[in-house]
């Protein structure tokens, strides 16, 4: 008898150096939040993010050549990630899940941490 193995998928995001500093300045709020790994930490955020409903940012980022952390894909997330795909389907576009929990990520913080809004 043969087991099959349980596999956890997961999205990827980006995180560049503003978003790293923005994480780091929302660790300092909560102790706590420093015996978190990285992909703990991206967890939590996301599903406050999510939780908060702001929205994603729409300011310029650059994704080229910075880390991915890799987000469990959970029943939450991958609904909304799939709403959000499935919005756009019909016009012929595809959502980078990578660039969108990264926008997600930076409207979430800089909001939190009571950042000016971008333009």
């Known amino acids: 008898m043969e087991l099959d193995k349980i596999r956890t998928e997961y999205y990827t995001v980006a995180i560049n150096d503003s978003l790293k500093e923005l994480i780091d300045r929302y660790k300092a709020t909560d102790e706590v939040l420093y015996a978190l790994d990285d992909r703990k930490l991206i967890l939590y955020l996301v599903n406050l993010a999510l939780d908060e409903g702001l929205g994603v940012s729409t300011g310029e980022i650059t994704l080229s050549g910075v ?52 333009v």
Do not use: A, M, W
Not at 86 to 91: A, D, L, T, V
């Open 67 to 118: 880390k991915d952390i890799k987000l469990k894909k959970t029943k939450k997330i991958s609904l909304h990630f799939n709403c959000v795909n499935e919005k756009y389907k019909n016009h012929g576009v595809k959502v980078s899940s990578r660039q969108y929990f990264h926008r997600l990520l930076v409207k979430f913080l800089s909001v939190k941490l009571s950042i000016v809004p971008e």
